[in-house]
């Protein structure tokens, strides 16, 4: 199931580029987790899109175990070198990959939330855009074991690859070829992740 090769030439896949398509977003979506300038909301809307028009059974099945199990270990493998960056005197540079994408004001929201609200906040910070990793620095600096940011990040990718699957299902829905399906699956996820800035760039004013 291979979606790029859908949205440049506009054909569906055979089995031979559907057998490279799973590993390729496992591959994305796990590199996405780690370096976090991966669209992979998109890649998962996308990959949706082309398993919808697919006869071939269980096809949305493989790309939702496939995108949320990337999702987990990319997660854990983060959140992991970022403990071993705590622990450290020197930290790391997945550390402070971690705390630029989570200015002073988002992470004491953040921390807030941990406080008030505990595991369950991750589900809500894997769907809201920007939200993953100043919860993940809160995590860090409570000093989470492991098994408990596992606890919360499980149902946290399983909630994210549902929501952008259905992104993708939508798209898939409403055209007839696959490929305009997956430009309609990607314009609505970049959509949804520049509306919460642009909203609160037009409140600041306002309050000012």
């Known amino acids: 199931m291979n979606w790029l090769a859908v949205a440049t030439t506009g054909v569906t896949p055979g089995p031979a580029q559907q057998a490279i398509g799973y590993p390729t977003l496992f591959v994305l979506v796990l590199l996405g987790a780690l370096v976090p300038v991966v669209p992979t909301g998109a890649l998962v809307s996308s990959a949706a899109v082309v398993a919808f028009h697919q006869?071939?059974?269980?096809?949305?099945?493989?790309?939702?175990?496939?995108?949320?199990?990337?999702?987990?270990?990319?997660d854990m493998a983060l959140y992991w070198l970022g403990?071993?960056?705590?622990?450290?005197?020197?930290?790391?540079?997945w550390l402070e990959a971690i705390r630029s994408r989570a200015p002073e004001e988002r992470l004491a929201q953040a921390q807030e939330k941990l406080t008030d609200?505990?595991?369950?906040?991750?589900?809500?910070?894997?769907?809201?855009?920007?939200?993953?990793?100043?919860?993940?620095?809160?995590c860090l600096m409570a000093k989470w074991p492991m098994r408990?940011?596992?606890?919360?990040?499980?149902?946290?990718?399983l909630a994210w690859a549902v929501t952008y699957q259905l992104i993708g299902i939508l798209g898939g829905s409403l055209f007839s070829e696959p490929w305009e399906g997956v430009l309609a699956a990607v314009a609505l996820t970049v959509l949804i992740s520049?509306?919460?800035?642009?909203?609160k760039r037009i409140r600041r004013p306002a309050k000012a």
């Open 117 to 138: 609200h505990g595991v369950a906040v991750l589900v809500l910070s894997r769907l809201v855009p920007a939200g993953r990793l100043p919860i993940m620095l809160a």
């Open 148 to 157: 408990r940011f596992a606890r919360g990040n499980l149902p946290a990718c």
């Open 83 to 93: 403990r071993r960056g705590m622990k450290s005197k020197n930290g790391s540079r």
């Open 194 to 199: 520049v509306v919460p800035s642009l909203w």
């Open 55 to 74: 006869t071939a059974p269980f096809s949305l099945a493989l790309v939702f175990v496939t995108a949320s199990a990337a999702a987990f270990l990319g």
